[in-house]
């Protein structure tokens, strides 16, 4: 096995890939850690994992807290080297003799640290076992501990099998609804927004049958790449099974996530097949966000799912929303503003750190749609994150209604004007016609809708 | 002390699983003769050496069964 002690950055994308950080406790790490603490006969024993700025611990017996600063872990020397760590005393250790987990609790007085090497030569972290009065580790303990240590890392490489779908490299359908799970806990604590896509690839099953299933893979394959390619980093794209996929977009408003689905839309047929030059892909998606009504993950994804139905339903080749049902008296849609301004709030940064944006007409990437916005973007100076103004729950009816008529948009806000919540000048996106949106006379029509308010 | 190795029971079950995966079994297994021989090495009784291993394997089976599923859900031809 190849090490690669001194690639930082190909080591933290590895522990990213293993996607275990923050993840909860899990028996089989408990069981290995149990059995360390026994048999090398200490009070501490841990599987540490060496993030960019902190150790957190997936599995630790004899300690309270899960996470300590990096720079005063004894694990992130351990991951250095490709030999296991050991401190006899370390008080007499001039690297330790003064780290507050020395001096204070929970006076570690000796240690010793196997690496946990993956496959592909990194080291994620270590598995250690701590005492908390100064001794001598044999060597026989030393080889007992490299070896739980293996058998760590073997459990973690389980799991990252376990989320991939063999054929495409997308997260499998169990993994999505784990990390759906996470987004649905950061709404209701944070009132983060996120929102899933779920798509799939229009008359697949003829182009299958037509050329049989290994052309098919390679479109499926093709199409799973694509997507990746247009996604933001952080976006979380699943196989659900046959040619329908799923996309997970945490800290992204329903507007956002619309954006999204209709630009990869419009890209799709771009993909060329070297076995049929002149076949076309396009792609029906659903779009959902969270809300108050959708609390589980499987939840979600019957939502996108209903939207992706509507959009197989209606014709095809088209990106259709999941309007949720709201409970009454639920409080309005989280929006992607309300992160960044409680963000701002935390950090406590002044006035002078949020810009006020106003814009008017935009048209989109793919030409056919434009957006009129009047809203405010806040972005925050400290983490440079811009938020749009996102839609409350009436716009999302508002945005369905209005996506050709301009006199719907007339009835519609006539209708929402009464309900300040749901309508508001600084808080409303309008999708429409692009040649609609850029007339002279469409601009003056809005002003009107928006009570004279001069549109920039 | 006994002189043989130990017989591991095979975590997929005889299954057919798919080339990634059955890396990473073959992996674990190798690992945990290394633990056992390591264990043994140190004086450990044979009892106990199995009762850990065991504990081991058993576990690692938990996780191992519903990768399977996921995987063979998702490639219905590897199995």
Redesign the interface.
Known sequence: MHIRLTDEAGRLASLRRYDVLDTSPE??FD??VQ?VKT?LNVPIALVSLIDADRQWFKSCVGMEVRETARDISFCTHTIQSRQPMVIGDAALDPRFAQNPLVIGPPYIASYVGAPLLT?DGYALGSLCAIDTVPRTF?G??I??L???A??VV??F???R??QT???TGAL???ALLAEAERAISQYVNHRLPSTMISFDIDQFKGSNDQFGHAKGDEILCACAAFIHEQKRPGDILA?L?GDEFALLMTDCDIAQALETAERCRAALPELRFAHDPALRLTASFGVAALNQGCLSAEQWLVEADQALYEAKQTGRNKSCIHVPVLPEGAPAQPRAADAVEEEVAEDEVSDEDIELHKTSVEPLSLRLWGRMKRLRRVKSAKTGRLAYGGLHPGIVNFQVLNLSETGIIVETSAKLAPMPEFFSVEFSDIYCRAQTCRSAGYVIELEFIFDGEKLD | MADHPMELPDPAMGLNV?P??AA?IN??RA??E??AT??R??G?PDAQIEA?VS??IA??R???I??LK??M???PD?H
């Open positions: 028996a089989p069981k290995i059995l048999v496959p044999e026989w303990q080889d007992v490299t070896s739980f293996a058998l073997d459990e490489e389980l799991r099998i376990a779908d063999s054929l499998s359908r169990r196989r099974g | 798919p990634a995966l990473s992996r674990h690992h945990v290394q633990l390591s264990l090495a140190a450990m850990s504990v081991l576990s690692y938990s996780e191992l519903p990768a996921s995987l859900k998702a490639d590897a």
